[in-house]
């Protein structure tokens, strides 16, 4: 259904997922007490993480289940399927491991997950939408954070924190864990990996950062982004994983080709939430005052992909702005924010002018996100 046009007249659509759970009056048996209690709650799936297919004809997100039996007592999440209408909905992944944060390839036929499926930490998996074994994709000891596709589909980078060395392992099982607070930060690092198999079908992981750098940042939203070219990466980092450290958090390019770190800005305020442009020329970002506070007031920004100066937009109505991205033609942002007692979705020009209303002030928008067209919500 198509709620709203976006500035320009570029069209968004919103899709909705609905997990149906049976009525509340039907849900308690005989003998048990009527009405909401923490028994019932543990009957009813929850869903999660939500992506759309590019072009928006189909849904894919996460459904979790309670389960409590023997020595398990934990929510297991796996991925469903269903067109945008919701018709023709399945379960796509299985197991008693969860399978979670589900993202579309570019080109519709697969869906990438986390999953800890072969070890304690989760890791990449990729399985094709019209079924079949899922693949595993990495073998990392890190525990992946997150991850994105590259829009050519021939490669995903991801946020994983620094493994523990074999020393600190050997210390843990010997009961040598004690460490000293704000020491050896694990921090979290930027790594891509090749969906081409190498030699002996080995896929090559790299990591593309080192250092006091931090990637991902404290403050919500996501914190990196692909040019549309699949050449570059723009990420938020920050020198330690401490709260505190999001005053420092800043915004920079690599190059996949050399390698090359490239800081897109210089100043005392708190940068996040970089998106590319369409052309891949600009990069909107979220950016604090100065100095930076824990009120979190924050404006929305736009810098040149290779630096120099920014461009202020149109203040949002609570100040807190969670980047959604860029509209298909480039002429606006869109962003998530709290309006009264309500989360709502705007559109904010790039040309300055006043923020636009997406959605109504009577509806509470929860996890909005965007499909890789950018049309579709």
């Given at each position: ?18 997990v ?27 869903v ?18 309670a ?7 934990e929510?297991?999440?796996?991925i ?23 993202e ?11 999953s ?34 590259a ?8 946020l ?8 600190e ?36 992981v ?24 699949s ?31 490239t ?12 998106f ?14 100065i100095?930076?506070?824990?009120a979190?007031?924050s ?10 100066s ?21 002429t ?16 904010i020009?790039v040309?300055?002018?006043?923020p ?22």
């Amino acid at each position: 259904m198509t709620i709203r046009s976006w500035p320009r007249r570029t069209p968004v659509w919103f899709l909705g997922c609905l997990v149906c759970c049976g009525s509340l009056a039907n849900s308690a048996e005989p003998g048990e007490p009527e009405g909401w209690t923490p028994e019932l709650i543990l009957r009813h799936k929850v869903v999660g993480e939500i992506a759309i297919a590019p072009g928006g004809a189909r849904v894919a997100f996460s459904v979790s289940t309670a389960v409590m039996e023997d020595d398990k007592s934990e929510w297991i999440s796996q991925i469903h399927v269903a067109d945008a209408d919701g018709a023709n909905g399945r379960q796509l992944t299985r197991g008693d491991k969860s399978a979670t944060s589900p993202e579309w390839s570019p080109d519709g036929t697969s869906i990438a997950f986390l999953s800890p499926r072969t070890g304690p930490k989760a890791n990449l998996w990729r399985i094709r939408i019209d079924g079949g074994e899922a693949e595993q994709i990495t073998d990392e000891k890190g525990g992946i954070l997150s991850f994105l596709w590259a829009p050519d589909g021939r490669s995903i980078a991801f946020l994983m924190p620094d493994p523990k060395t074999d020393a600190e392992e050997r210390a843990e099982r010997e009961r040598r864990d004690a460490f000293v607070v704000n020491e050896n930060h694990k921090r979290a690092r930027l790594y891509v990996v090749s969906l081409q198999p190498g030699e002996n079908s080995v896929r090559g992981v790299r990591r593309l950062t080192a250092g006091e750098m931090h990637c991902g940042g404290q403050v919500g939203g996501r914190n990196y982004d692909w040019s549309p070219d699949s050449t570059r990466i723009v990420f938020t980092h920050q020198p330690t994983p401490l709260v505190d450290d999001w005053q420092k958090s800043d915004v920079s390019v690599v190059s996949l080709a050399s390698g090359k770190i490239t800081a897109l800005l210089s100043t005392d305020a708190a940068e996040s939430q970089p998106f590319f442009s369409p052309d891949g020329e600009s990069v909107a970002f979220v950016c604090s005052e100065i100095p930076p506070r824990w009120a979190f007031a924050s404006r929305l920004k736009i810098v040149r992909a290779d630096g120099g100066s920014t461009t202020t937009l149109a203040e949002s109505h609570d100040l807190k702005p969670a980047l959604l991205g860029w509209s298909a033609d480039g002429t606006s942002v869109l962003i998530s924010e709290t309006f009264g007692t309500v989360n709502r979705v705007w559109s904010i020009p790039v040309d300055g002018a006043a923020p636009v209303a997406v959605t109504s002030a009577g509806a509470m928008v929860s996890q909005p996100v965007l499909d890789s067209t950018r049309t579709r919500m």
